[in-house]
């Protein structure tokens, strides 16, 4: 595959307060990220209609779900709300889980970082924690309310996409959540844990569908230059997943003209 693949990528939202004026928007390390990896990148704004969002999806090569200062309701996920929880408006988070619906239905290429990682979790049957501070014994660090640079270890399992991305072993990645994954879905296993055993990446165990969940974020400024591995990484799995579906189509075609 010689064109470059595009790459949708889901904004952000806030709603209308006072005189603000509702709007979408987004971090742009997504799209420069994209960009740079070799991708075309796609802004996705919250469709109201999931035949809406299914054309769309039809039409790109992959997805980014991207992360959120907010949170997703703990009502929802069968919490209390915790003191410290800010759920994101509800228009992006019906939005979000939709969209990760799709993405996993229709085994559209994903990158899931932060939040998007969470969302995708969650719709897939997997289960988080609503504060790791309290809810993980002898948790680390892993927000600093004042400072958005915190760097934290994760450990890197064997074999895994992470592995091929960063080596064997352990590696310092930025940190801001406080929400994290608890029981993964089944559809995933887990690529890097931090040293007190939360999930800090997943990827998917099927063998048709390239997915990566990270709950750092390589698009930030605070991400380290390797951190650019992930997005190249996750374009070159969409040019696989093109090639391999090209490839099965050709197969197929063989089999019924024989």
Same mark, same amino acid.
């Given at each position: 595959m010689n064109s470059k693949p595009v790459i949708a990528i889901n904004a952000d939202f806030r709603p209308a307060k006072g005189d603000t004026f509702a709007f979408s928007w987004m971090h742009t390390g997504y799209y420069d990220s994209v960009s740079n990896s070799g *991708? @075309?990148?796609l802004m996705l704004s919250p469709l109201a209609e999931d035949d809406d969002l299914q054309r769309v999806l039809e039409k790109v090569d992959g997805l980014v779900l991207t *992360?959120?200062?907010l949170d997703l309701d703990p009502i929802r996920l069968g919490f209390d709300k915790h003191p410290i929880t800010r759920p994101m408006p509800p228009r992006r988070e019906d939005f979000d889980r939709r969209l990760a619906r799709m993405a996993f239905e229709m085994r559209i290429p994903t990158l899931a970082i932060g939040a998007g990682m969470q969302t995708l979790n969650v719709t897939c049957g997997g289960t988080l924690f609503q504060h790791v501070a309290e809810d993980v014994l002898k948790s680390l660090c892993?927000?600093? %309310?004042v400072e958005n640079c915190l760097r934290?270890? @994760?450990e890197i399992v064997p074999g895994t996409k992470m592995d091929t991305i /960063? *080596?064997?072993g352990e590696i310092r990645v930025n940190s801001d959540h406080h929400m994290a994954v608890d029981m993964l879905a089944s559809v995933f296993r887990a690529s890097a844990t931090s040293m007190d055993?939360? @999930? +800090? #990446? /997943? +990827?998917? #165990?099927? &063998?048709?569908?390239?997915c990566l969940g990270v709950q750092f974020h390589p698009e930030s400024e605070s991400a380290s230059a390797l951190d650019m $591995?992930?997005?190249e990484a996750f374009i070159e799995g969409v040019r696989e $997943? $093109? $090639? +391999? &579906?090209? +490839? %099965?189509?050709?197969f197929d075609t063989r089999r019924r003209v024989a």
């Open positions: *991708g @075309i990148p *992360g959120c200062k892993h927000r600093d %309310l934290h270890v @994760i /960063y *080596g064997p055993g939360v @999930i +800090e #990446a /997943y +990827e998917s #165990a099927l &063998e048709n569908w390239w $591995q992930v997005f $997943q $093109q $090639q +391999e &579906e090209v +490839e %099965l189509l050709k």
